[in-house]
């Protein structure tokens, strides 16, 4: 058996606990300290076992969190939604514009986007859709805000930037406590090979840090013309939670709404230099710990 098939088949076996240490010794070679955590990673891992409320499901649903979100910022910074169904054959496709997206509202691999509706190969997204309908999103990383949220498609107003015709930049800000300390700025995000990632302190220049597993910038990104306006929405949005990543756009020079996530990468993030998960680590003060 390989180790992807053994991972799967001990995830519906092993305790929330022993599954992270076992993910962890795998990628990191060493077991997560979860008694006395100090490091970014760690603490995320804490966070995903002993931090568990039920707003977290709704938050993390691609569908009711827009009305969560909608209600703190605004209904104006939320992306148009087309419709929402529970199966893949409900979509009538002649009700949909020439150009959307399609997502499952539970994970984040189920999304087909549509530039042109006569081209849109039905086959290949109802397989891709149907595979990530059947799939509970907790059970890979034990994420536990996933586990309860209900599995539907839902089709999203295709959205263009005048600025940036061939992609949108994905803004993805980490904020501790309410305050934002550092964002990180992504594009092509759908192609490994060719996507790029950088980490963008506040004042806008590169962190001292990058994630390994993707190229970064050659050239800084250009700053959003919002850029504090995004901030002000991220202290909102963030705000009584230890650590929470409010992820925005910028088009046509309005904010809007992408996704709330509280463990990137599953709580496994390969920061370059190391010793960067020991410095992010001391921004979040968990439960219990003096603020």
Request: hydrophobic share 35%.
């Amino acid at each position: 058996m390989s180790v992807k098939g053994f991972l799967k088949r001990a995830s519906r076996i092993l305790s929330d606990k022993s599954y992270i240490k076992l993910v962890w010794f795998r990628k990191f070679h060493k077991f997560p300290n979860l008694k006395n955590p100090q490091t970014f990673n760690e603490k995320l891992q804490w966070l995903k076992l002993y931090d568990r409320k039920p707003i977290y499901s709704t938050m993390v649903d691609k569908y009711d969190a827009k009305k969560y979100v909608a209600d703190i910022i605004g209904e104006e910074h939320i992306v148009p939604t087309l419709g929402v169904w529970d199966k893949f054959d409900d979509i009538n496709f002649d009700e949909l514009p020439n150009e959307f997206v399609l997502k499952c509202t539970h994970d984040s691999g189920g999304l087909v986007i549509c530039r042109d509706k006569t081209k849109l190969d039905l086959v290949a997204a109802k397989k891709k859709i149907e595979r990530s309908l059947k799939t509970n999103y907790y059970w890979s990383g034990r994420e536990w805000p996933y586990k309860n949220v209900k599995p539907r498609i839902i089709a999203e107003k295709f959205m263009s930037d005048e600025n940036n015709v061939n992609s949108i930049m994905d803004y993805k800000f980490y904020c501790f406590d309410g305050e934002p300390k550092f964002l990180y700025v992504s594009t092509g995000m759908d192609d490994h090979k060719t996507a790029r990632m950088s980490f963008i302190t506040l004042d806008w220049d590169f962190a001292p840090f990058r994630r390994s597993d993707y190229s970064p910038f050659d050239t800084l990104p250009q700053k959003p013309t919002q850029f504090d306006e995004m901030i002000e929405h991220c202290r909102k949005l963030s705000a009584g939670h230890s650590f929470l990543r409010v992820d925005l756009y910028e088009i046509n020079d309005t904010v809007y709404f992408s996704e709330l996530t509280f463990s990137p990468c599953g709580g496994m993030m390969p920061l370059d230099p190391e010793n960067w998960d020991l410095e992010l680590g001391e921004l979040i003060k968990l439960p219990g710990e003096d603020k």
